[in-house]
């Protein structure tokens, strides 16, 4: 995530501007961005809803220092919280039936998980591999069920491993150790607000190998986070009665920068940007910081270490304690608003692409399949996207 202390340059679209103080949401994206960035360094922070109050910690950092700072804040022994898919395969069992499905599941913690190793461990699939042996844990069923799901989601924006220390806090006492407060509602709210604030802050024409005529808008959101880009191919805003091509890429940095042959994404990438420099009004590619659907590139080769112990894309993204797809469809829909381009055909073989854009507005007057044969490496993955994301092959 983008260091939240990096100032914005002045806006070049008057009365938008990124990271305004005046402008509710900028303040309440800030206490998200603020208290991601301290669970990111193993610093606590406290989460309130509701008259109650949590002090969260992330298993991944937390160090000595931090469970020490925890302690003082918490009214009652820590538990880990952790995403049910998660959940179920640090116990070893399918998670209690009464918590509703994919709900955080509470686990109590006895004094010798109680260290930064250890949670790590329990946090990581990844790790647990390293170091096999089963730890003594018994489930929390009766934790607050009313924060836990923020306290998940709080992780999820931070692409942090969905795995929290958590107790009930004093938030007086918390304060007084200058832990960051953070409301429910805040977090909740985080990926709509950030979506809804995309502002366009910058533009400029950059020829590409297969496009000449192609220029890159930059779209930030108020909390001053990681940027998203269009790439526009030609005049798509010229198209008349029929709708111009469009394609929602989500970034990928081992198959667009690197080549990797794990994937689809560099051949699609690229291959997108050519088909639209043929069309007559060109066309729209949305380069989304949507890093491995959503979970970011470290969960990402977390997930490719998986994936080479047997799981699939699917299974080894709910091994993390993620979703399947964790993406927002919000900011595409958002950044084409603010492009002109209401109407599009849409370049995927993703029907979920089209359904939710679809659900945000965006009318999307047809499909373009947008197939690469496989090349050897990701034939499974291709696979498992037509058997289990429903990916159309025509
Ligand atoms: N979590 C995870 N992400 C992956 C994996 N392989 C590729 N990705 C990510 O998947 C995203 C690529 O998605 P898209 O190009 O939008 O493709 P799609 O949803 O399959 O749909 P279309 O290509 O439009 O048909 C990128 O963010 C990649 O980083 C994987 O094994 N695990
Ligand atoms: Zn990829």
């Given at each position: 995530?983008?260091?939240?202390?990096t100032?914005?340059p002045?806006?070049?679209?008057?009365?938008?501007?990124?990271?305004?103080?005046?402008?509710?949401?900028?303040?309440?994206?800030?206490?998200?961005?603020?208290?991601?960035?301290?669970?990111?360094?193993?610093?606590?922070?406290?989460?309130?809803?509701?008259?109650?109050?949590?002090?969260?910690?992330?298993?991944e950092?937390v160090?000595?220092?931090?469970?020490?700072?925890?302690?003082?804040?918490?009214?009652?022994?820590?538990v880990?919280?952790?995403?049910?898919?998660?959940?179920?395969?640090?116990?070893?069992?399918?998670?209690?039936?009464?918590a509703?499905?994919?709900?955080?599941?509470?686990?109590?913690?006895?004094?010798?998980?109680?260290?930064?190793?250890s949670?790590?461990?329990?946090?990581?699939?990844?790790?647990?591999?390293?170091?096999?042996?089963?730890?003594?844990?018994?489930?929390?069923?009766?934790?607050?069920?009313?924060?836990?799901?923020?306290a998940?989601?709080?992780?999820?924006?931070?692409?942090?491993?969905?795995?929290?220390?958590?107790?009930?806090?004093?938030?007086?006492?918390?304060?007084?150790?200058?832990?960051l407060?953070?409301?429910?509602?805040?977090?909740?709210?985080?990926?709509?607000?950030?979506?809804?604030?995309?502002?366009?802050v910058?533009?400029a024409?950059?020829?590409?190998?297969?496009?000449p005529?192609?220029?890159?808008?930059?779209?930030?959101?108020?909390?001053?986070?990681?940027?998203?880009?269009?790439?526009?191919?030609?005049r798509?805003?010229?198209?008349?009665?029929?709708?111009?091509?469009?394609?929602?890429?989500?970034?990928?940095?081992?198959?667009?920068?690197?080549?990797?042959?794990?994937?689809?994404?560099?051949?699609?990438?690229?291959?997108?940007?050519?088909?639209?420099?043929?069309?007559?009004?060109?066309?729209?590619?949305l380069?989304?910081?949507?890093?491995?659907?959503?979970?970011?590139?470290?969960?990402?080769?977390?997930?490719?270490?998986?994936?080479?112990?047997?799981?699939?894309?699917?299974?080894?993204?709910?091994?993390?304690?993620?979703?399947?797809?964790?993406?927002?469809?919000?900011?595409?829909?958002?950044?084409?608003?603010?492009?002109?381009?209401?109407?599009?055909?849409?370049?995927?073989?993703?029907?979920?692409?089209?359904a939710?854009?679809?659900?945000?507005?965006?009318?999307?007057?047809?499909?373009?399949?947008?197939?690469?044969?496989?090349?050897g490496?990701?034939?499974?993955?291709?696979?498992?996207?037509?058997?289990?994301?429903?990916?159309?092959?025509?």
């Open positions: 995530m983008a260091d939240v202390s100032r914005a002045a806006p070049l679209f008057p009365g938008r501007a990124a990271g305004e103080e005046t402008d509710p949401r900028a303040a309440a994206m800030r206490a998200v961005h603020r208290a991601v960035s301290d669970l990111r360094r193993g610093t606590p922070v406290l989460l309130e809803g509701g008259g109650e109050a949590l002090v969260l910690a992330a298993a950092t160090g000595a220092r931090g469970l020490a700072e925890l302690a003082r804040a918490a009214l009652a022994p820590p880990l919280l952790l995403a049910a898919t998660r959940a179920a395969a640090v116990l070893a069992r399918p998670v209690p039936a009464t509703p499905e994919d709900a955080p599941v509470a686990i109590r913690l006895s004094p010798a998980l109680l260290d930064p190793d949670l790590r461990r329990l946090a990581d699939p990844v790790a647990e591999q390293l170091l096999p042996e089963a730890p003594q844990i018994m489930p929390a069923p009766g934790f607050s069920q009313a924060l836990s799901p923020a998940i989601a709080l992780a999820k924006v931070g692409r942090l491993l969905p795995a929290l220390v958590a107790a009930p806090a004093s938030a007086a006492a918390g304060t007084r150790l200058g832990l407060s953070v409301g429910v509602a805040e977090v909740l709210g985080y990926p709509a607000t950030a979506a809804a604030s995309l502002t366009r910058a533009e024409s950059v020829p590409l190998q297969d496009a005529e192609a220029r890159i808008a930059a779209f930030r959101a108020a909390d001053g986070g990681i940027e998203h880009l269009a790439i526009l191919v030609g798509p805003e010229e198209a008349g009665e029929v709708a111009p091509l469009a394609r929602i890429h989500s970034e990928c940095f081992t198959g667009d920068l690197l080549g990797s042959l794990r994937c689809d994404c560099g051949p699609q990438l690229h291959g997108a940007i050519a088909r639209m420099a043929a069309e007559p009004c060109g066309g729209v590619l380069y989304l910081a949507q890093e491995g659907r959503g979970i970011g590139l470290v969960n990402k080769l977390r997930a490719y270490t998986l994936q080479d112990g047997g799981l699939d894309t699917l299974d080894a993204n709910r091994a993390l304690g993620y979703g399947a797809d964790e993406r927002d469809f919000r900011v595409a829909a958002t950044m084409l608003e603010a492009l002109g381009l209401p109407r599009i055909r849409l370049l995927t073989n993703n029907p979920d692409k089209v939710g854009l679809s659900a945000c507005g965006i009318e999307v007057t047809g499909r373009v399949s947008h197939l690469f044969a496989a090349n490496v990701n034939d499974a993955y291709l696979a498992t996207k037509k058997a289990r994301f429903g990916h159309l092959m025509g």
